[in-house]
């Protein structure tokens, strides 16, 4: 990304000295493809929906075993994302991202683990940002063509989940194909193992609760 001023030049250089210090992840190279129109407009219509990223119930129950869920994931989260607020935050949105993609939170939070190790300017050797590590060709793809916008919390789980979403469809319910292609891996099983791995350290089982 090119800098433009002081500011933006001193921000480029915290986020290389960011990435060269981070332990290196498993990010890969996503692999820009051709899309069919509508796959193209349901991406991008998906990506540029404004409403916050915050949870909607239908019933007591349901908010019920969100909170549980909440406050199970906050509990290991905590050594991550230290700072309360964030990991509110950073929670919220994962959970909204997620279920709204179709997905389960505990496995966008193992692929989180597995991609950038929860560092919000994780950058890759193949120039993957973000929490969900997401190539920037799909800003132009998809999106405003603004790559800076991969390092805002929602933009990047929003990407990323979206793709994936997208990535497990192509491939039928495949998710371990789906996976590799997430990571420009496709039929390689080392990344797909590493996610549902690190899925495994996220899952959760809800007790059961009672509506008032």
């Not at 120039?127 to 132009?140: D, E, L, N």
């Not at 789980?157 to 998710?175: K, P, T, V, W």
Request: charged letters at 25%; glycine letters at 8%; proline letters at 4%.
């Amino acid at each position: 990304m090119a800098g433009q001023g002081g500011a933006r030049a001193l921000f480029g250089s915290a986020l290389l000295v960011v990435a060269l210090a981070s332990t290196s992840a498993h990010a890969g190279n996503q692999k820009e493809e051709a899309l069919a129109d509508s796959v193209r407009l349901a991406l991008s219509n998906a990506i540029n929906d404004a409403r916050p990223p915050k949870p909607v119930f239908r019933d007591e129950a349901g908010r019920l075993r969100y909170q549980q869920w909440f406050n199970e994931m906050s509990g290991r989260l905590k050594k991550r994302i230290p700072d309360e607020f964030s990991r509110t935050e950073f929670l919220e949105a994962a959970w909204y991202e997620a279920t709204r993609a179709g997905l389960d939170p505990g496995l966008v939070l193992g692929l989180i683990q597995v991609e950038s190790a929860y560092r919000k300017y994780a950058v890759s050797i193949a120039g993957a940002r973000g929490y969900m590590q997401v190539m920037p060709f799909w800003t132009k793809v998809i999106g405003d063509s603004d790559r800076r916008k991969l390092f805002h919390m929602q933009t990047n789980l929003r990407y990323g989940c979206s793709i994936l979403r997208m990535y497990i469809d192509m491939e039928r319910g495949n998710l371990y194909l789906a996976l590799g292609r997430y990571n420009g891996s496709r039929g390689k099983p080392q990344y797909p193992n590493a996610v549902l791995s690190a899925w495994k350290k996220w899952e959760f089982t809800p007790t059961a609760v009672a509506a008032r």
